[in-house]
């Protein structure tokens, strides 16, 4: 056990260099200056209340972690200096298993916790507040580069460019953290194959989640809200197989998803309330199932850019359905096709967006669930459900 | 005499039973839209759709009536010493004006009772709403003055009101289906300034987040709808669809020989 202080002989960087494997040290109360701080050995770290590590914008990372099995606990970290060069982070962990980061709080870190290279880490019950810059001037709250089995919950974040950002990372698992007000995407998953993400809120961020090049990737209980703006999504899928969305809420999004070549995807029990587009489906998303999801009161619904549909609707509910139920099974008796004409048009040629809400528009949307010519005639729920289903995940 | 003139006309307006059921339809439906819908935006866009519909409505039907229902009343007032500018000012004075009012209050009193009369979305409404009163009552009195027969008058104005509130829409989607290859935000913006129904309705959905919708093109509508050129132009627009059928309404009754 030893002590670290602010000023005297044992400060920490004094006690880094002695420290045994095994050892804990107590960063004692008061300010600790300085950056580079070099962990070698397997200790816990373990912060007092009151005690903080400022490195004030100068110099490079704060806190290195150079060996396995490390604890960092309550600490408080702030003032990592902006770098263009480098990736300066408040703690940043390179090739390293086993490192777990508790109960931090970091203040003004350019990178907050950085991870590369590193496996079996864990990344729980932190807050990390950024200073709001814009995205070519932050670096991201939560990075993890090449990892495996990361496990990243309980996290507030906040004023990052992305909130949490993975890169080819293996059996990533994020879980209910809170993501918001981040210059980019509340989370960014690149290259990033069985990660499951689940209990998570993303909300004001400046596009929501961007979910991409990624396979196996379960999505379940999140909710996506306020992500709104011109080129704002709530969720962002591109180039997603076999993923599996449940349970998600997605409320007052300007595009609740927005799917590119996303394909055998699973989308169920997902509820999209007072978004622009619920669901906007673009080129070569195809065999996707999408079930037992309640549409309420979006603008569009569902929108794509082509005739043609492969992916399954069914048994959704849908605000907008006006049709009955005579045999008083639970679903309607008349197949309901969501996609709008004009949704349709729209998504051919943006600028007839300026005719949103017009009479003229109505009428033609009328004449076209009459008489469909335009709209696929494959999308289409033929079981929509008449009041939303009860949620269970 | 203008005056004593309007006076007479408006308390004429004021008897009918047309006139109150316009101000009770706009009570009842911004009452009920208040009340059961969720969301200030969704009640804002269902008035919206309403007012862009009935006013112009309303004010060419009404207008045009009220022109042929008050010939006795003005080849009466033309064998007295009163200007003519005097009898068609307080004609179509007195009838848009408490058109104008009705609608003001059926509006208004419902959302002050739900506390949103003052926010962004329903001062444009109930401005751009008085803005289309003025305008179609304009219209009705130049086609009411301008056309003898009564049915063929009646028929003229349902056909602008059609023209202005569907048609037009028709012609601007013709035109962004053809010309889809060039860059249309400017030539759309021209187009939506020319009709006034189509103005009143972006006015109204720029002052809610609605605009993140439209994408580009929504952001290049809020630029310049946000700049003091977009602002007078566009009242410039409202201005003038009042003022040329006024005058040419005006002018008409001033040459008419009754």
């Keep these: ?393 | 005499m203008m005056t004593i003139l309007l006076r007479y006309v408006v308390r004429d307006v004021l008897r009918s039973k047309w006139l109150a059921l316009y101000l009770t339809f706009f009570a009842a439906v911004t009452e009920g839209l208040l009340y059961f819908t969720a969301g200030e935006a969704k009640t804002v866009i269902g008035l919206m759709n309403v007012v862009l519909l009935l006013i112009p409505l309303a004010a060419v039907v009404f207008g045009t009536l009220h022109v042929h229902h008050n010939r006795d009343f003005v080849e009466l007032m033309l064998t007295q010493p009163v200007s003519r500018p005097s009898i068609f000012g307080a004609l179509y004075l007195g009838v848009a004006l408490p058109f104008m009012a009705a609608f003001v209050i059926g509006v208004g009193v419902p959302s002050i009772l739900h506390g949103v009369a003052f926010t962004a979305p329903f001062q444009a409404l109930i401005g751009t709403g008085c803005a289309l009163t003025m305008v179609f009552f304009a219209i009705a009195y130049f086609v009411g003055v301008a056309i003898q027969d009564k049915a063929t008058a009646m028929g003229a104005a349902f056909l602008l009101w059609l023209l202005f509130g569907v048609v037009y829409d028709g012609v601007i989607l013709g035109v962004t289906v053809a010309f889809a290859d060039y860059p249309l935000e400017m030539a759309t913006i021209g187009m939506i300034v020319g009709n006034p129904i189509d103005l009143a309705r972006i006015i109204v959905m720029l002052t809610f987040d609605y605009a993140a919708l439209m994408g580009y093109t929504g952001a290049v509508f809020q630029q310049f709808f946000g700049t003091t050129t977009g602002i007078m132009v566009s009242t410039l627009s409202l201005a003038l669809w009042t003022l040329i059928p006024v005058y040419a309404g005006y002018r008409t009754f001033c040459r008419k020989d009754w």
Aim: net charge neutral.
């Design chain 1, 1 to 393: 056990m030893h002590r670290a202080y602010p000023g005297g002989e044992n400060t920490l960087r004094h006690l880094l260099s002695v420290a045994a494997n095994g050892d804990t040290i107590r960063v004692m109360p008061g300010v600790h200056r300085g950056h580079t701080f070099d962990i070698r050995t397997s200790i816990t770290l373990l912060g007092q209340p009151g005690a903080v590590i400022d490195a004030a914008s100068t110099g490079s990372s704060i806190l290195l972690v150079n060996a396995d099995d490390v604890a960092i606990r309550n600490l408080t970290i702030r003032n990592v200096a902006v770098s263009y060069v480098d990736d300066n982070a408040a703690i940043k962990v390179i090739q390293r298993q086993r490192v777990a980061i508790t109960n931090c709080r970091i203040e003004n870190g350019f990178f907050a916790i950085y991870l590369s290279k590193s496996s079996n880490c864990r990344v729980t019950g932190n807050t990390i507040i950024g200073t709001e810059r814009d995205e070519s001037n932050s670096g991201n709250g939560i990075h993890a580069w090449t990892c495996r089995d990361i496990l990243v919950s309980d996290n507030s974040v906040s004023g990052h460019r992305d909130g949490i950002y993975f890169e080819f990372m293996r059996h990533g698992t994020v879980m209910r953290n809170h993501s918001w007000r981040n210059a980019r995407y509340g989370l960014h998953f690149m290259f990033s194959d069985s990660c499951s993400y689940k209990t998570n809120t993303f909300e004001y961020n400046g596009a929501g989640v961007a979910v991409m090049y990624s396979k196996w990737i379960e999505m379940f209980d999140n909710n996506f809200q306020h992500n709104w703006g011109p080129t704002s999504y709530g969720l962002l899928l591109k180039d997603i197989t076999d993923g599996h969305l449940r349970g998600n809420r997605f409320v007052h999004n300007s595009v609740a998803i927005h799917g590119e070549q996303a394909s055998r995807i699973l989308m169920h029990n997902n509820t999209f309330v007072r978004n622009g587009y619920g669901l906007r489906i673009l080129g070569g998303c195809e065999l996707n199932t999408i079930t037992n999801n309640a549409f309420d009161g979006n603008t569009f619904d569902v929108t794509t850019g082509t005739r043609e549909s492969n992916n399954l609707f069914r048994e959704n509910y849908w605000s907008a359905y006006d049709g009955y139920d005579l045999d008083r099974d639970g679903y309607g008796d008349v197949p309901y096709h969501p996609v709008r004409l004009y949704a349709l048009l729209v998504e051919q040629m943006p600028s007839a967006v300026i005719l949103m809400h017009t009479a003229f528009i109505t009428i033609l949307d009328l004449t076209e669930r009459i008489i469909p010519t335009m709209t696929p005639e494959t999308l289409v729920d033929s079981k929509p459900l008449m009041r939303p289903s009860t949620m269970q995940p």
